[in-house]
């Protein structure tokens, strides 16, 4: 019979000892990076949050600029005339006009007349604003109904006007304010609901200047609030204004 002698001398494994030692270490070293990566991916969303709340503060700051910007815009002469102001602030709610549109009457407009018939009223709709003046007297009047054909103010004409030298015009009126409530900036258009502009928001101020016509804007978010955003801008179309 054919006998096979094995040297093990050189096969020899891990120990017991060696292997708990092995795998500690690695379970440790695995621990480690679910750490470490944890902690990264916590402080990436962080990151993603805050540059994400950044982006929408200086997003809304462009979305008012884009409507401020054009305060007083058609209006001129109304606010030569002091009739109204291109802007307004009352309280904590800053409020801007500007022209929408011209409406064209082919009669004359006497004192005590409601009801007003146009060419179009396409877009005229209850609850708007118009600002109905010639060279030199004007009225600002809210519309209480509107047909194919005429609109009815809600209170009557303080003035006559030759329908040669009248101006009608459908104002368009955008608001902005701070809903404390629900920490909301929000933005109404005319009578419509007012729509959110930013969410998470603290503050909301403004200033504006009727020399320099700047109008500078300030606000701060919730998870913020010792930061604050600012922007400003010059209101030409107020500036052109005759004093």
Do not use: W
Not at 27 to 33: D, G, M, N, R, Y
Not at 44 to 73: C, N, V
Not at 74 to 101: C, D, Q, R, W
Not at 188 to 208: D, I, M
Request: glycine share 2%; with cysteine.
């Amino acid at each position: 019979m054919l006998l096979i002698k094995y040297n093990n001398r050189d096969q020899k494994g891990f120990t017991l000892i060696e292997s708990l030692i092995t795998l500690s270490l690695f379970t440790f070293i695995v621990l480690a990076a679910m750490e470490f990566f944890s902690i990264t991916q916590k402080h990436f969303h962080s990151l993603k949050d805050e540059y994400q709340a950044i982006e929408a503060a200086f997003s809304s700051l462009d979305k008012m600029r884009t409507d401020l910007s054009d305060a007083g815009f058609g209006l001129i002469s109304p606010i030569s005339m002091k009739l109204l102001k291109g802007i307004e602030a009352e309280n904590t709610t800053l409020t801007v006009f500007k022209k929408h549109k011209d409406l064209e009457t082919a009669a004359n407009l006497v004192s005590g007349q409601t009801r007003i018939f146009i060419n179009n009223t396409q877009q005229v709709k209850p609850g708007r604003q118009l600002c109905i003046h010639d060279q030199n007297k004007g009225e600002i009047k809210y519309i209480y109904e509107v047909d194919k054909s005429s609109i009815v103010l809600s209170s009557s004409l303080q003035n006559s006007y030759s329908k040669d030298t009248l101006q009608i015009i459908l104002l368009k009126k955008v608001s902005f304010y701070l809903d404390e409530a629900q920490y909301i900036l929000r933005r109404k258009v005319n009578s419509s609901p007012a729509q959110p502009l930013l969410e998470e928001a603290s503050a909301f101020a403004f200033t504006y200047n009727n020399i320099s016509h700047f109008l500078e804007l300030r606000l701060s978010l919730n998870n913020r609030k010792e930061k604050t955003y600012e922007t400003s801008l010059f209101l030409k179309n107020l500036a052109l204004v005759q004093k």
